[in-house]
């Protein structure tokens, strides 16, 4: 079984230009998770799906973050007008159900110049 | 409020010697889930543990041991005769029993020495 898949592993880009990211979780997964971890912290919850429903946003999320399940698989997140403040690790996990343990992808850096 | 504390930033120690991490977590909630997770340099966070706030059981799995208090809201991971390759970052985590999101502490950095 592989694990929890992400791409690109690292993007740089100007200040202003929107980028986006993918996810493909374990297979038999229904929950998949975007958390972003910035230098000496943890990582931060953004957004969780069940299935393709988007279940809870966090206060990190402004409006120019965006992200999608269309078919309950894979998933895309997408930051527009990246800000230098945007610049972390953005991590996706995926779980088999509430509560259970997430497993965690390699991750996407991002650099903002 | 939901909160996660690891207190120490960073801890050194030589090959063999027993180490412990601490974790102290906040939450009001009687259901609850608890985990650790270790980040090595490589960068991709490896899941450790889950423990439920029913469950105060401690566990133990070859060098590693997790002593769960919930009279002290503490959670502390210990490594016995360290190893370099247990040299990383750890989290603890919390997750509630009505979310799904995982709130993180700032982590610990072990180093482990030859």
């Known amino acids: 079984d592989t694990g929890v898949s992400q791409n690109p592993r690292h993007k740089i880009t100007k200040r202003g230009q929107n980028v986006t990211f993918r996810c493909d979780p374990i297979?038999?997964?229904?929950?998949l998770y975007w958390y972003r971890q910035t230098l000496g912290q943890g990582p931060e919850f953004l957004t969780y799906?069940?299935?393709?429903?988007?279940?809870?946003k966090s206060r990190l999320l402004s409006d120019r973050f965006s992200a999608e399940r269309p078919k309950g698989s894979f998933s895309t997140l997408e930051i527009q007008r990246t800000e230098q403040g945007d610049s972390a690790m953005y991590l996706c996990?995926?779980?088999?159900?509430?509560?259970?343990?997430?497993?965690f992808g390699p991750g996407t850096r991002l650099t903002v110049l | 409020a939901q909160k996660v504390t690891q207190a120490q930033t960073e801890i050194s120690v030589v090959e063999k010697e027993d180490v412990t991490l601490d974790c102290v977590y906040e939450t009001r909630d009687t259901t609850y889930y608890l985990f650790w997770y270790k980040q090595p340099p490589s960068g991709e966070l490896v899941f450790l543990i889950r423990r439920n706030s029913f469950d105060e059981q401690n566990e133990i799995s070859g060098r590693y041991s997790w002593n769960f208090q919930k009279s002290t809201s503490s959670f502390n991971f210990t490594i016995t005769a360290s190893q370099v390759v247990d040299s990383a970052v750890y989290f603890c985590a919390l997750n509630l029993g009505n979310t799904d999101k995982l709130i993180f502490g700032t982590g610990t950095r072990l180093q482990v020495f030859p």
């Open positions: 996990a995926s779980s088999l159900d509430r509560a259970f343990e997430q497993f």
């Open positions: 799906f069940q299935n393709e429903a988007q279940l809870e």
């Open positions: 297979s038999e997964h229904n929950r």
